[in-house]
Nanobody, 123 residues
Framework: QAQLVESGGGLVQAGGSLRLSCAAS????????VGWFRQVPEKEREFVAAIRFYRTAYADSVKGRFTISRDNAKNTVYLQMNSLKPEDTAVYYC??????????????????WGRGTQVTVSS
């Protein structure tokens, strides 16, 4: 399995921006889907965005504000988050599928996970 490391989280005011990074070692991202999920205490992890090759998908709650992208040369996937809202506060996780043909929006379809990075948006 791949080792995934997220970075780029932090504290930002509402309306601000952050860019999260997910760097992989032990595998390349180029073949199968990579997704971002988020979780707040006492709630289930929820899908945020995913990318495979140059196809992307987003949760309705982040469409138009977040952009997922990849840099294959750096083996890194990014999540650019703009117009952040307090309700975006969560721990953000990246995850990778080791084989395809599965939905992107369910966490159980992902095989490797990072440890997460905290994003806090103040009002």
């Amino acid at each position: 399995q791949a080792q995934l490391v997220e970075s780029g989280g932090g504290l930002v005011q509402a309306g601000g921006s952050l860019r999260l990074s997910c760097a992989a070692s032990g595998r390349t991202f180029s073949t199968y889907a990579v997704g971002w999920f988020r979780q707040v205490p006492e709630k289930e992890r929820e899908f945020v965005a995913a990318i495979r090759f140059y196809r992307t998908a987003y949760a309705d709650s982040v469409k138009g504000r977040f952009t997922i992208s990849r840099d294959n040369a750096k083996n890194t996937v990014y999540l650019q988050m703009n117009s952040l809202k307090p309700e975006d506060t969560a721990v953000y996780y990246c995850a990778a599928q080791d084989w395809g043909g599965r939905s992107w929006s369910e966490e159980w379809n992902y095989d490797s996970w990072g440890r997460g990075t905290q994003v806090t948006v103040s009002s």
